[in-house]
């Protein structure tokens, strides 16, 4: 009876598999659509937070700012394909996506989850190498 045998640890075979170009194109694409999205919708919401502050809490007349709330509304929706679109390519589990879409409504949580998938993407699909 034989025994297996692991490969030395320098061995070339235990290398990270290399990612085709094209695929590197595509996720790295998605990568920058998500990223501007995710950054113009955090803008959107602290506006549309500062907007509320001042109409709630400070009881400002706010009526030229309407537009604030739809204007975010719209960027959520861009955010949210783009999220989408970065998800199926990048294969993210459920919970991934779902706290993705989150960072859209949460304030501040767009820019950290930005930068996590950014990371996240980047080293899984090794966007910095050539």
């Not at 960072?103 to 767009?110: A, E, I, K, M, Y």
Request: proline fraction near 5%; charged fraction near 15%.
């Amino acid at each position: 009876m034989t025994t297996p045998t692991n490969p030395p640890a320098g061995n070339a075979d235990q290398k990270t598999p290399k990612i085709h170009p094209e695929r590197k194109r595509r996720v790295k694409t998605a990568l920058n659509l998500f990223s501007a999205t995710a950054w113009i919708t955090g803008i959107m919401l602290l506006l549309l937070v500062v907007r509320m502050v001042m109409q709630y809490l400070l009881h400002m007349d706010v009526s030229m700012f309407g537009w604030v709330a739809i204007a975010h509304g719209w960027c959520y929706l861009f955010f949210f394909l783009a999220s989408l679109n970065l998800g199926l390519k990048a294969r993210w589990t459920m919970p991934q996506w779902i706290v993705t879409v989150l960072g859209g409504v949460v304030p501040f949580l767009s820019f950290f989850v930005e930068k996590w998938r950014r990371d996240e993407v980047t080293k899984k699909f090794q966007l910095n190498e050539a």
